[in-house]
């Protein structure tokens, strides 16, 4: 059974940084690609951030370029989204997300998501 626990999350202040986790299992995870999603109050699904499965490319929507960077550890089974410059408008649940290919694309989709962190920013 597949599994994604993020961890992480919290509450921080404009400006601020957090690193999100996502301990995945059951599943070779380092075949995958993987990637990070959102949803804030009363939005949408939204694509943050994607990485390969052997983590030698990496992609962001504008919303978070530059202020972001996903990684991942296929020894630990691990995969991260630091966020810098934290804004207002970047509270949302967070969610990791397992990709149906070794490659990323945008518009693949996902088969299998985690239950998320909370991450609010607020003064």
């Known amino acids: 059974e597949v599994q994604l626990v993020e961890s992480g999350g919290g509450l921080v202040q404009p400006g601020g940084s957090l690193r999100l986790s996502c301990a995945a299992s059951?599943?070779?995870?380092?075949?995958?690609?993987m990637r990070w999603v959102r949803q804030a109050p009363g939005k949408g699904l939204e694509w943050v951030s994607g990485?390969?499965?052997?983590?030698?490319?990496?992609y962001y929507a504008d919303s978070v370029k530059g202020r972001a960077t996903i990684s991942r550890d296929n020894q630990k089974n691990t995969l991260y989204l630091q966020l810098n410059s934290l804004k207002t408008e970047d509270t949302a649940m967070y969610y990791c997300a397992k990709d149906p290919y070794a490659y990323f694309s945008s518009v693949n989709g996902y088969t299998h998501r985690g239950q998320g962190t909370q991450v609010t920013v607020s003064s």
């Open positions: 059951g599943f070779t995870f380092r075949i995958y690609a």
């Open positions: 990485i390969t499965s052997g983590g030698g490319s990496a």
